[in-house]
């Protein structure tokens, strides 16, 4: 009998600690819910030559920055029901969701437009104010270690009464702040644009393949510069002793750059990583799945992409490994176009300041202008990003801020869509 219960008992701890296991070991989950501008719709491609099931910004957020995330779309929802045809709000449809509390990062994008639009008139902000607050409670019930974020990109199409929609942004932003929300302050700008035929379909409110993509950038960015979900951190008691001494890292960075375009073909050089033994190439045409296409063993440092199409944009994205095949350093991803296109590829970046002198806990600007292969072209929704090759000196934001953090030195590059670039020398005292 004793033997029995002992015996029990036994399989009683190890399942539990089998459970444990399972449990720490789990990947961190984000959830991306957002409006009418997460939904997936029919337009033309880059090319323009034919239609397609068009990337939304989730999609771009998985793919580019966290695979495992469940995407919810839900087209006219907001905090509020629009009107009695919509039956879906952010807090019913999170009500569905399975809670897990693995998920780190709940994303919450737009929403505005369709609070505003609510039958008899937009909904009071005490009416929002009450719904944010109940969605808050639900997250966090079903989720408890979620960050949640939101951002209100749509904003950006409004003409006649932006002064007012920015106000009602900022006051979105406030409350969710004083819930303990992140709000992605600035992110709201990325489709602000005189244009709307640019990066919108003729409705003039949804986006079509340019906007999406930009919307898609921008929210990746702004995601990156958060780093790692608060409740992903494990805190320790060594964070109560004295700071030792600051070890400062450089990261390894690639930087593949274009440097020759032909009507079918496209040259990629990029610097050499150290303890790099190979590099593999991805890439393919971009609408397309990204697929390796290649690889160059060290110290070769370049490779001549053939027999592609004119007038076509295509992406790439580099990849470094040691003799172990281990990842050293990837890169960003590149998109270039060939000749007998209506768009133009950047040729050139310039900074407006080559040196930055610092010191730790203080912050400058740098800014960086990109000159076109053909000027007067329209371009491709492009945006200069900012690399720091050691964080623990200085951080850069995607605005191109610098934070000096520790003394020493840094680079920061300044890297267009194509893969050129400027650098920014860093000194920090």
Same mark, same amino acid.
Not at 51 to 56: D, S, V
């Given at each position: 009998?004793?033997?029995?219960?002992?015996?029990?008992?036994?399989?009683?701890?190890?399942?539990?600690?089998?459970?444990?296991?399972?449990?720490?070991?789990?990947?961190?989950?984000?959830?991306?819910?957002?409006?009418?501008?997460?939904?997936?719709?029919?337009?033309?491609?880059?090319?323009?030559?034919?239609?397609?099931?068009?990337?939304?910004?989730?999609?771009?957020?998985?793919?580019?920055?966290?695979?495992?995330?469940?995407?919810?779309?839900?087209?006219?929802?907001?905090?509020?029901?629009?009107?009695?045809?919509?039956?879906?709000?952010?807090?019913?449809?999170?009500?569905?969701?399975?809670?897990?509390?693995?998920?780190?990062?709940?994303?919450?994008?737009?929403?505005?437009?369709? *609070?505003?639009?609510?039958?008899?008139?937009?909904?009071?902000?005490?009416?929002?104010?009450?719904?944010?607050?109940?969605?808050?409670?639900?997250?966090?019930?079903?989720?408890?270690?979620?960050?949640?974020?939101?951002?209100?990109?749509?904003?950006?199409?409004?003409?006649?009464?932006?002064?007012?929609?920015?106000?009602?942004?900022?006051?979105?932003?406030?409350?969710?702040?004083?819930?303990?929300?992140?709000?992605?302050?600035?992110?709201?700008?990325?489709?602000?644009?005189?244009?709307?035929?640019?990066?919108?379909?003729?409705?003039?409110?949804?986006?079509?393949?340019?906007?999406?993509?930009?919307?898609?950038?921008?929210?990746?960015?702004?995601?990156?510069?958060?780093?790692?979900?608060?409740?992903?951190?494990?805190?320790?008691?060594?964070?109560?002793?004295?700071?030792?001494?600051?070890?400062?890292?450089?990261?390894?960075?690639?930087?593949?750059?274009?440097?020759?375009?032909?009507?079918?073909?496209?040259?990629?050089?990029?610097?050499?990583?150290?303890?790099?033994?190979?590099?593999?190439?991805?890439?393919?045409?971009?609408?397309?799945?990204?697929?390796?296409?290649?690889?160059?063993?060290?110290?070769?440092?370049?490779?001549?992409?053939?027999?592609?199409?004119?007038?076509?944009?295509?992406?790439?994205?580099?990849?470094?490994? *040691?003799?172990?095949?281990?990842?050293?350093?990837?890169?960003?991803?590149?998109?270039?176009?060939?000749?007998?296109?209506?768009?133009?590829?950047?040729?050139?970046?310039?900074?407006?300041?080559?040196?930055?002198?610092?010191?730790?806990?203080?912050?400058?600007?740098?800014?960086?202008?990109?000159?076109?292969?053909?000027?007067?072209?329209?371009?491709?929704?492009?945006?200069?990003?900012?690399?720091?090759?050691?964080?623990?000196?200085?951080?850069?934001?995607?605005?191109?801020?610098?934070?000096?953090?520790?003394?020493?030195?840094?680079?920061?590059?300044?890297?267009?869509?194509?893969?050129?670039?400027?650098?920014?020398?860093?000194?920090?005292?």
């Amino acid at each position: 009998m004793k033997r029995t219960i002992s015996l029990t008992v036994f399989l009683m701890i190890m399942l539990c600690m089998l459970t444990c296991f399972s449990v720490s070991a789990a990947e961190e989950k984000w959830i991306l819910m957002g409006d009418s501008y997460a939904s997936r719709l029919k337009g033309k491609n880059f090319e323009g030559d034919r239609e397609q099931l068009l990337f939304a910004w989730p999609d771009y957020v998985t793919d580019r920055l966290h695979k495992k995330s469940l995407i919810v779309r839900l087209p006219g929802t907001g905090f509020c029901k629009p009107d009695p045809t919509h039956n879906e709000t952010f807090y019913s449809a999170a009500s569905k969701l399975t809670a897990d509390k693995n998920v780190t990062r709940f994303v919450l994008v737009g929403g505005i437009g369709n *609070d505003l639009r609510c039958t008899g008139g937009p909904a009071s902000r005490k009416q929002i104010e009450t719904a944010m607050s109940a969605f808050h409670k639900l997250v966090k019930s079903k989720f408890p270690n979620a960050q949640i974020v939101i951002s209100m990109p749509n904003w950006g199409i409004a003409t006649a009464r932006q002064s007012y929609i920015k106000s009602r942004v900022n006051w979105y932003y406030t409350k969710a702040e004083a819930l303990g929300w992140k709000a992605l302050r600035g992110s709201e700008n990325v489709l602000r644009v005189k244009n709307l035929k640019k990066f919108f379909f003729d409705d003039g409110i949804h986006p079509n393949v340019y906007g999406q993509w930009r919307l898609g950038q921008v929210l990746t960015k702004y995601l990156k510069e958060l780093g790692e979900a608060p409740a992903a951190k494990k805190i320790t008691s060594e964070e109560t002793k004295p700071a030792a001494q600051t070890v400062i890292k450089k990261n390894p960075v690639i930087l593949p750059r274009m440097t020759k375009v032909t009507s079918d073909s496209i040259t990629l050089r990029w610097n050499a990583v150290e303890g790099a033994v190979k590099y593999c190439i991805y890439g393919n045409k971009f609408n397309s799945a990204t697929k390796k296409i290649g690889m160059v063993l060290a110290p070769e440092t370049g490779s001549v992409r053939k027999n592609l199409s004119s007038g076509t944009y295509y992406k790439f994205r580099v990849e470094a490994y *040691d003799k172990g095949n281990k990842l050293l350093a990837k890169s960003r991803e590149l998109h270039i176009v060939t000749p007998k296109s209506k768009y133009t590829n950047c040729k050139k970046v310039t900074v407006n300041k080559t040196s930055l002198s610092l010191q730790a806990g203080k912050s400058g600007t740098i800014s960086a202008t990109e000159t076109m292969s053909v000027p007067g072209n329209p371009t491709f929704p492009s945006s200069v990003v900012y690399i720091s090759d050691t964080p623990a000196v200085a951080t850069v934001s995607a605005s191109g801020v610098v934070k000096g953090l520790n003394k020493g030195k840094c680079k920061i590059y300044a890297v267009a869509q194509t893969g050129v670039y400027a650098v920014v020398n860093i000194v920090v005292s």
